[in-house]
């Protein structure tokens, strides 16, 4: 799909704009095969033109910052996203959180938002996990910074747009048992309550599909 729209970013930064979001949802390796498939599906007809399906391999690092720039606008908005995705499925997990620290450190983003978020982190030793439903005061007022900061992404781009609405689901997922050998060994509530941050969640897909139909006269309802 083409868009008449003008980007600010280069087809080379977008390329690795998306190989570094596709980086992050693979940090924690929670994809079952029908998820990894969905992923691939969705690298597959939204990267830059001149990437090859083939060789698409996981960006470092210090591949993103070449591209994006240390301390710019560009690398500042990639990070939005990037936590974005990482809380898409309702925990944020300690694989997760290195890789975010590693794109922070290289793209000389200041490293203090990501403290709010490590309140929510699965416990390590306990399995299966989701995140906590009894964040304190105090974690939650720890989040405020970093929803503030969230809520200022700037959708510009239509090809992060379309990736963003394919990877946020479109509604809160009903709640579920999960259940192993005929016995269930978790409840998980809906999304919307054991995620902190869902309504940036929501906010951002909202504008993302704002932005297609609004500014580039997309057909939005295959999102919807």
Known sequence: MTSTVQSPYSNEQIAA????LLTIAWADGNFDAQE????????KNELAP???????EVITPEELAAVLGKGTPAAENFLRTAVMVAIADGTYSPSEDQVLHQFCQALEQPENLLEALRHTLEHPQLTPTIASTELTKRQIDALHPLR?????????????????????????PFERDV????RKIVHIPPM???????????????????????????DVSPYI
């Open 36 to 43: 990894q498939e969905l992923i691939a599906s969705i690298t």
């Open 148 to 172: 503030d900061w969230l809520d200022r992404l700037d959708i510009q781009d239509p090809r992060v747009a379309r990736f963003l609405c394919k990877m946020i689901p479109s509604q809160c």
């Open 179 to 182: 259940t192993l050998f005929g």
């Open 17 to 20: 704009w998306l190989r570094g």
């Open 192 to 218: 919307c309550k054991i995620n902190p941050l869902y309504e940036q969640l929501v906010g951002l897909r909202f504008r993302a599909l704002s932005y297609l139909a609004d500014k580039c006269g997309e």
């Open 50 to 56: 001149k990437i090859k399906w083939d060789s698409l």
